[in-house]
């Protein structure tokens, strides 16, 4: 597993890009670690579940309640707990907005149908970016969180 994740870095390092839906930037910081992976091709969400709640639902449990590829929907609101709120966003301004008050599971829009799921959350003058494929973070300004976080769930 550790050579798969190690040659999936080395790859996305020459492409000079991360994150699971291959988006096209390239963010400050990267570190491997620092999040949880993503066990299946669709369980992105589930994985940001797990680690929104620190571990108190595992990415195994949520996955077996969701599935694979949910985007924003109520199985997701119920895993989380009742404190969560969650949905599309209008613009970059209201992403920002949400992506200031705290930890968030925010959906990244890349292309015309590609979703991807990371948790974010402020970090100094950025924002951490938890990305589960392949399990790695990354740091990010307010600009990049404007042009990519379409939706998500936050408290």
Known sequence: RRLETERLLRVLADLGRVGGSAGPWVPRAVQQGGAIAQ???GSCV???VEM???GARSQTQVLREIGEWPIID???LRALGPEWQGGFLTDGASALAVAQKGKVGALIHVGRSD???VVIEPAGAGFLVRDPLPGMSYTV???WIQQ???G???R
Do not use: E, K, N, Q
Request: proline residues 4%; glycine residues 4%.
């Open 46 to 48: 589930s994985a940001c």
């Open 148 to 150: 990519w976080i379409v």
């Open 141 to 143: 300004d307010s600009d």
């Open 115 to 117: 979703f991807h799921m």
């Open 52 to 54: 929104l709640t620190d």
């Open 74 to 76: 109520d199985r997701i």
């Open 152 to 154: 998500g769930y936050w």
């Open 39 to 41: 066990i299946r091709p």
